[in-house]
T-cell receptor, first 115, second 116 residues
């Protein structure tokens, strides 16, 4: 059964810092890995999607990497801003096993960027 | 264009009552998903509809849970004889489908269900 773990569970940083969020998964049989953002009381917003054949994706101040063989992904946020405060979720789209075709989510990292 | 919408945004019910949660996907999206987000459990897959195919119900936690999708658009998630452990945020997502490898899911704001 696929398991996704995110570290740290919570992170508080001053504005302007560069930061890294970590995600690991146990089964490398995946189609893609996605990073989502969730604001309090809101749904999820897709930030980046990395296909299994890709190594990284970039969008603005965000850069996500994927090392499928080691089961790891990182989300790098440059020059953090208070508006980046949210919960960040990592999810893998499974390509095998009983969870085929389904997203398995991590528990999330709660990020607070203070002015 | 409008995103995924869900109603109601909040629902408080008494144990044993039935509830219906509604999801309106993005127009033109053929795939629709229901998830549940609860404390301690994270985000769990419940059910997946793709076009006119039979839905994938493998994530439904018990036979008290059911869902339907009428006309390939609006979906309703029904929970019968609600229990306190059903309290959670129920999220709906839709995607263009069926290009599973690259398909981005767009999520609604969720329905917060509280069972007293």
């Amino acid at each position: 059964k696929q398991e996704v773990t995110q570290i740290p569970a919570a992170l508080s940083v001053p504005e302007g810092e560069n930061l890294v969020l970590n995600c690991s998964f146990t089964d490398s049989a995946i189609y893609n890995l996605q990073w989502f953002r969730q604001d309090p009381g809101k749904g999820l917003t897709s930030l980046l999607l990395i296909q299994s054949s890709q190594r990284e994706q970039t969008s603005g101040r965000l850069n996500a990497s994927l090392d499928k063989s080691s089961g790891r992904s990182t989300l790098y946020i440059a020059a953090s801003q208070p508006g980046d405060s949210a919960t960040y979720l990592c999810a893998v789209l499974n390509a095998g096993g009983t969870s085929y075709g389904k997203l398995t989510f991590g528990q999330g990292t709660i990020l607070t960027v203070h002015p | 264009g409008a995103g995924v919408s869900q109603s109601p945004s909040n629902k408080v019910t008494e144990k044993g009552k039935d509830v219906e949660l509604r999801c309106d996907p993005i127009s033109g999206h053929t795939a629709l998903y229901w998830y549940r987000q609860s404390l301690g459990q994270g985000l769990e897959f419940l059910i997946y509809f793709q076009g006119n195919s039979a839905p994938d119900k493998s994530g439904l936690p018990s036979d008290r849970f059911s869902a339907e999708r009428t006309g390939g658009s609006v979906s309703t998630l029904t929970i019968q004889r609600t229990q306190q452990e059903d309290s959670a945020v129920y999220l709906c997502a839709s995607s263009l489908g069926p290009g599973i490898r690259t398909d981005t899911q767009y999520f609604g704001p969720g329905t917060r269900l509280t069972v007293l």
